[in-house]
């Protein structure tokens, strides 16, 4: 036999492998026939590893025979592994994290939902070691998904030793498609994987006993394909309309100007308009809430990331009125804010004050007092940043009022219907705060 028929034999037997791996995920994890279909496999020579861009799972046919006869199941557990990178999205947030920390966190995440699906056809030598690690990170990083894994590597970074021994645990397939994705014709796009997961997600339900109860699979499901809110445009509800001190280069005519200019030497015939009307924030308030379960920190990187969006896309008139209250169980302190220089001044010096239990109702009371004592003429809504423990006011106020989180939590209380919720990621605050 000579060496093109060896690797076509290869070829076909490696095939035939990754053919059986799938039947295998699909007898056993129903609810991933629609996943499976898209992601197909194709093989790569010289490819060092299991690999996907999110539209193939790409393979050397040599690579992967050698692994699955060091690991018989190899082949079953790389495809599922990579088949749940792209339910979860993981590889769409390549230029948006820490390479090196998202790869842990994402391997991790998806590990830990193999291990609790404890399928007998995917398990390898190394399970029982990994399962006691990602234990002991469930006990510090909460539930792991790879957000919540990537937010606590980000806070607690591990050191090269442990990086190394966490990667050799979890590491099944290779993440560089992901920053540079194979040319395909058809190209599945992550809209795409958001729909297919979200069908995951409701077939899973008609699968929720036996082998497919995994805790780590649906709130890694949750989580990916939770809607994450454009923080930009929700504060664009409390815009309002109002002159603004510019010229308004659309109502100017250049041709009078630059006429006049010419025939009288320095006099144009048209003066540039002063003004122009404008959408922008005038009044509103920003609620921090400073009890004990709300870090210091993070207060802080929400004000600079609000003020930030407002700053960026020059929604401040010359002139507002926004206040900035402090409150735990009651309103702590009260910042009055009239222009940019005295938001940049409280930044710089900003103290908070509270750090008591948590009671949403005093921040409205002291609201509607001060809107009796005439404090706004047109006040358009209330932002309070929170964890979202405490107790919500049963009256719908006369503005907007966006209760902003930065976890989405099953067991946090639901805000009143009249308000808004907002889910913040943490590193998005941290990387403004940063930059």
């Known amino acids: 036999m000579d060496r093109e028929e060896q690797k076509q034999k290869a070829s076909q037997l490696a095939a035939r492998i990754l053919a059986l791996a799938r039947d295998q995920i699909l007898v056993h994890l129903r609810f991933l026939d629609v996943a499976m279909s898209r992601l197909q496999p194709a093989q790569k020579q010289g490819l060092l590893g299991v690999g996907t861009d999110m539209s193939r799972l790409y393979y050397d046919p040599l690579f992967l025979l050698l692994k699955c006869r060091e690991e018989p199941n190899y082949a079953a557990r790389a495809y599922l592994h990579s088949l749940l990178h792209c339910i979860f999205y993981h590889g769409f947030r390549y230029g948006k994290v820490e390479t090196e920390l998202w790869d842990l966190a994402a391997d991790l995440a998806v590990e830990n939902t193999i291990l609790e699906l404890g399928l007998p056809f995917a398990a390898l030598e190394s399970d029982d070691e990994e399962a006691i690690v990602l234990q002991e990170l469930k006990g ?27 990667r050799h645990l979890s590491e099944r397939d290779l993440h560089t498609l992901w920053e540079q994705p194979e ?62 001190v510019a010229v308004n280069q659309e109502e100017f005519d250049y041709i009078y100007y630059t006429y006049g200019l010419s025939l009288y030497g320095n006099m144009p015939l048209v003066e540039p308009l002063e003004y122009r009307d404008a959408k922008k924030i005038r009044e509103f308030i920003i609620a921090l809430d400073t009890s004990a379960s709300c870090k210091g920190e993070l207060v802080r990187a929400f004000l600079r990331r609000t003020y930030s969006i407002l700053k960026g896309s020059e929604h401040f008139f010359q002139k507002v009125n926004v206040h900035i209250l402090q409150c735990d169980s009651q309103v702590r302190s009260d910042i009055k804010i009239t222009c940019r220089e005295d938001m940049d001044a409280f930044l710089e ?4 004050e509270g750090f008591g239990s948590t009671d949403f109702r005093p921040v409205f009371s002291y609201v509607e007092q001060m809107q009796e004592a005439g404090e706004f003429e047109n006040l358009k809504g209330l932002i309070y940043f929170t964890d979202g423990y405490g107790v919500y006011p049963e009256r719908m106020p006369g503005y907007d009022v ?21 889910v913040l990621e943490e590193e998005e605050l941290k990387e403004q705060e940063g930059s």
């Open 183 to 244: 040319p395909e014709e058809l190209v599945i796009t992550e809209e795409m994987w958001k729909k297919i997961s979200r069908r995951v997600q409701a077939d899973l339900k008609s699968f929720s006993s036996g082998q497919a109860d995994s805790e780590s699979l649906m709130k890694n499901l949750s989580e990916a394909v939770r809607d994450r809110c454009d923080y930009g445009k929700l504060l664009e509800r409390f815009t309002v309309m109002g002159e603004d």
């Open 140 to 166: 510090q990083a909460g539930a792991l998904t790879a957000e919540r894994l990537y937010r606590h590597f980000s806070n607690v970074p591990p050191d090269e030793e442990e990086r190394l021994r966490l």
């Open 349 to 352: 010096r900003v103290q908070l």
């Open 402 to 422: 966006i209760f902003a989180f930065l976890d989405e939590d099953d067991k946090k209380p639901q805000v009143p219907p009249w308000a808004i919720r907002a």
